[in-house]
């Protein structure tokens, strides 16, 4: 198979990012999504201690929907737990990593020996050896600094974020309790929002049931209901980035929804969207507060970066899949294929165009990355069966040429600004979509290349149709009568 890899760069957008600090000492009020504050408890250490430094900081000007309480109450303690054992975790995790590069190697192994390369055993031997001792510099790394103690989070047993939520609710800045009234009514109005995609929320129909899948809406109208009743501009920090909370300009430029501004606008108040990485950016700029290295780094890698880094790798684990997918892919509507399809398509290039994520269910991220793909493949077809001896029979062959976009799904498991060391690793690669046209067509007994007409090529002869020469039932003029 011949291929020619196609460096591509996605346009990194940048939001027109507020200055928080002056919103904040203008009356703006940070209101926080559960997401952000669960999120911290996700944290590497370093950031995790950041994280917190930038809410201390501006916790005189947080206020807490009751939705976010209740959230927040009922999963901090089994968050709280998962981090004091990220480190004991990271042992198995990495032991995890050791094993499966055990199976991919011994995999490569198991090929190569099935093309018959001679001594395959030496090279197998060889690779158990490395991973043996592997396996062991792993396990006494670990073993070694669990015994100095590092076997927790930097907070040990003291939850500082909890501290931190307890001192913002004792001090009054909490939203008014939802009523059971408000919630009937809330989700009365959801029913009507989501069948017509009017976000927030409407992305939770399908994976979630009864109240729960309202629990954004609710949240959303607790906002609207604050800002007018108290007078007060918001910024909105959420970790959620579905397309009900925000949007894509024609320049791949992310920002929030604007029937969210729209909606908002409607209290006589001013809202500003931000993720919880451009809302600590932005605190520790205007408040001047110090960031580690590695938070820094953390901070600045983007999905933008993080999916052209693994474009290529994404486009190699379905590579082979797209080749054997026939007419799977292709827009047979315009393309003259032969009735027995096409076996195998040879990529001649791919072009890695944009990616997006699309959804963020706690420590699993999925996104669709967009390949621009030229691909060749002959076709044929079934004439029929020899009389004597049974065999197939098959038209002269058709070559193909086809261009298009091919649509991939990608799965990772992030924990949260503790992977970007392993850019490489996702979880799963499908393809999703495609939609291949033909844009020239060879049948093997003409001299000339041709391309399809209006209506595609006559299957018995290959002969460009249009209107024209249209004869009906697929043929054309010269065909028609034979069917």
């Known amino acids: 198979m011949r291929e020619t890899k196609e460096a591509s760069q996605t346009k990194v957008a940048e939001n027109t990012l507020p200055d928080v600090k002056k919103l904040i000492e203008t009356g703006y009020v940070i209101v926080l999504d559960t997401n952000v504050l669960l999120n911290v408890y996700r944290y590497s250490p370093q950031f995790s201690d950041f994280a917190l430094n930038v809410l201390k900081t501006v916790k005189d000007s947080v206020f807490l929907p009751q939705t976010v309480l209740l959230e927040y109450n009922k999963h901090r303690m089994q968050t709280f737990a998962t981090m004091k054992n990220r480190i004991t975790n990271a042992s198995g995790n990495a032991i995890q990593m050791v094993e499966n590069a055990s199976k991919k190697l011994s995999g490569m192994c198991d090929q190569l020996d099935s093309l018959q390369i001679p001594e395959i055993n030496l090279l197998r031997n060889k690779v158990d050896e490395v991973i043996t001792d592997l396996r062991t510099e792993v396990q006494d790394f670990f073993d070694e600094r669990c015994g100095l103690g590092l076997t927790a989070h930097s907070w040990g047993n003291t939850d500082l974020l909890n501290s931190l939520v307890e001192e913002i609710v004792s001090n009054g800045q909490v939203m008014i309790p939802v009523t059971q009234e408000d919630i009937y009514f809330w989700c009365e109005e959801g029913q009507k929002r989501y069948r017509e995609e009017t976000p927030p929320g409407f992305m939770d129909a399908k994976n979630k049931d009864g109240v729960r899948k309202y629990s954004d809406l609710i949240l959303w109208k607790e906002i609207l209901r604050f800002a ?197 690793e996702f979880e799963s690669a499908e393809i999703v979509e495609g939609h291949l046209e033909e844009i020239a067509c060879y049948p093997h007994w003409d001299d000339e290349p041709k391309k399809p007409g209006e209506l595609g090529f006559c299957p018995d002869c290959g002969e460009p149709m249009s209107m024209e020469n249209d004869g009906g039932n697929g043929f054309c003029i010269k065909c028609a009568p034979n069917h």
């Open 228 to 424: 007018k009743s108290e007078s007060k501009d918001v910024i909105f920090v959420t970790d959620d980035v579905k397309r009900d909370w925000w949007e894509r300009k024609p320049d791949n430029e992310r920002v929030f929804h604007q029937k969210l501004i729209a909606e908002f606008n409607r209290t006589g108040q001013h809202l500003k969207g931000l993720t919880s990485t451009e809302f600590y950016n932005l605190v520790a700029l205007g408040y001047q507060i110090v960031k580690p290295d590695a938070v820094d780094v953390a901070l600045n890698m983007t999905d933008t970066d993080y999916c052209r880094d693994i474009a290529d790798e994404v486009f190699d684990r379905i590579v082979d899949y797209l080749v054997y997918s026939n007419t799977d892919y292709i827009d047979e509507s315009s393309a003259c294929i032969g009735s027995e399809g096409i076996d195998e398509l040879e990529i001649i290039s791919h072009k890695f165009t944009n990616a997006e994520r699309i959804d963020r269910d706690d420590d699993m991220v999925t996104y669709l990355f967009n390949f621009n793909v030229r691909a060749t493949g002959t076709s044929y077809d079934y004439w029929g069966r020899d009389d004597e001896t049974k065999e197939v029979i098959l038209s002269d062959g058709i070559d193909h040429e086809f261009t298009g976009i091919i649509t991939v799904q990608v799965e990772r498991k992030a924990d949260i600004f503790l992977d970007f060391e392993e850019p490489g």
